[in-house]
């Protein structure tokens, strides 16, 4: 693993996968629960190599990482790099559920209200700190129960994947295409995932 530098030989297949996409693999790291690691092979390594510049660009311009996971630093190995990240949990410990899975469990009027809330909080932060979501999906967000309540985090896809990403730098540009952006999100699978999830519950 590097931490300053150098490239070391490391055997990642002792430790837990806790989650997978088509381009990485997300580890729990052995020796700190708080923290992940994720991993993509050097071969097909886009997505990190972006999602590392425009984290290291955000901790430059002082952005406070509250609705996403810290980052820590830079993993590699000979084939592989990747990024030591926080692991997004409850105040618990547990695992946090992603968007659908948390409204399947949690379905009522008051419980709605309060994840949209949590969502609007989200959107806040984003056009505050001009942070750029590449992807808006059930799956790329997360659910976390905290002490006052519950904060929705992004913990996938942000920067702008354009070859000159003007909206990471600027910011009117980049707050329009936020909004556009969460305006499809939210009419777009926001709204039918709770209508769906509502008319399957009706069922029950």
């Not at 990190?48 to 955000?58: A, D, G, K, M, V």
């Not at 949209?116 to 989200?122: D, F, G, P, S, T």
Request: aromatic share 10%; net charge neutral.
């Amino acid at each position: 693993m590097r931490t300053s530098g150098d490239q070391q030989s490391y055997d990642f297949s002792d430790w837990e996968v806790i989650g997978k996409g088509t381009e990485r693999v997300c580890y729990k790291h052995p020796d700190d629960p708080r923290r992940c690691v994720k991993l993509s092979p050097k071969s097909n390594s886009k997505q990190t190599h972006r999602e590392i510049r425009y984290l290291n660009f955000l901790k430059k311009r002082g952005v406070p990482f509250t609705f996403i996971p810290e980052f820590y630093q830079v993993v590699e190995t000979k084939d592989f790099i990747g990024m030591e990240v926080e692991l997004v949990s409850n105040r618990d410990g547990t695992r946090a559920l992603n968007l659908e899975h948390y409204l399947m469990a949690h379905h009522s009027p008051v419980d709605i209200e309060a994840f949209k809330q949590a969502l609007e909080e989200l959107k806040a932060y984003l056009l505050e700190f001009n942070v750029i979501p590449c992807d808006l999906l059930l799956s790329n967000m997360l659910v976390v129960e905290e002490e006052e309540g519950i904060r929705v985090r992004l913990i996938d896809g942000y920067g702008a994947a354009e070859f000159i990403p003007f909206s990471n730098y600027i910011p009117v540009v980049g707050r329009k295409k936020i909004q556009r952006k969460w305006d499809k999100f939210i009419n777009n699978i926001i709204e039918p995932c709770i209508a769906r999830i509502k008319e399957e519950a009706s069922k029950c």
